[in-house]
């Protein structure tokens, strides 16, 4: 499930997916039919306006034994909002096919740690780096521990923690067009933290946090540039010696 900012605007974050499960040895499929989760429609209140993505992702993802995807905002909203819109439709048949499709959606660092029983993915990220838990992952999901376990297994990689980590990056989707002078303001903190860490790189499994943050640093010039863990989780850079 590659998600719609990522295939719209950060497709290296997908194939980085793709790469690093068919290296563990995961038969990979991409559906062509996936669309939209429906997030965006359900956290701006509109549910009804959901039924029709979400119909869509039950069908696109059915019969499968897992369904992968690198945003824990996107594998919250079909673990958690997809039954409430399954049940504000009062579609039996929507309602068993996200009861079904539904619990086997995972977050990437979930899959790894959780399914497939690995930490030690055999990547190689020579680089100092922070990582910023994203508050979807955080709260609705608990990913807790998981991404970091992933990352200190990376070798080469300089690995400093980020003050004021489980703090929120100010994006939130609309919150962030509705409320543009607290977003801003709560992004100029993270950034600035992200700053004290002295890191080349800022580190999220959700490229929508990335995407705020990033377009902060970028414009304050701090040299601070942003990845998503797939894509550390991929490389395979030469570690120097």
Excluded: W
């Excluded at 997030?39 to 509109?46: E, L, S």
């Excluded at 539904?102 to 990220?125: H, K, M, N, Q």
């Excluded at 709260?139 to 990689?157: D, N, Q």
Aim: aromatic letters at 6%; charged letters at 20%; glycine letters at 10%.
């Amino acid at each position: 499930m590659v998600t719609c900012i990522n295939d719209a605007l950060f497709p290296e974050t997908g194939k980085a997916v793709m790469r690093l499960l068919q290296r563990l040895g995961v038969a990979v499929d991409f559906p062509d039919a996936q669309t939209c989760c429906g997030q965006p429609m359900v956290n701006t209140g509109y549910l009804d306006e959901a039924v029709p993505a979400v119909r869509q992702f039950t069908k696109a993802f059915s019969g499968y034994d897992a369904i992968v995807t690198p945003s824990g905002s996107c594998a919250g909203s079909a673990r958690h909002q997809h039954k409430l819109v399954a049940a504000r439709s009062q579609d039996a048949g929507l309602a068993d096919a996200v009861a079904e499709v539904s619990p086997r959606v995972y977050e990437l660092s979930e899959f790894l740690v959780d399914v497939l029983g690995v930490t030690d993915v055999g990547a190689s990220f020579p680089h100092k780096v922070t990582y910023h838990p994203t508050c979807h992952s955080l709260r609705m999901l608990g990913v807790g521990e998981r991404p970091l376990r992933l990352l200190r297994e990376v070798r080469g990689i300089d690995l400093v923690e980020l003050p004021g980590a489980d703090q929120c990056c100010g994006f939130g989707g609309t919150f962030a067009v509705k409320n543009s002078d607290v977003s801003t303001a709560m992004g100029q903190d993270k950034i600035d933290h992200v700053a004290s860490t002295g890191a080349e790189y800022l580190v999220a499994g959700d490229n929508s946090c990335l995407m705020h943050m990033g377009g902060m640093m970028s414009r304050q010039s701090t040299g601070v540039q942003t990845i998503h863990l797939a894509q550390i989780l991929a490389s395979t850079q030469e570690v120097s010696r």
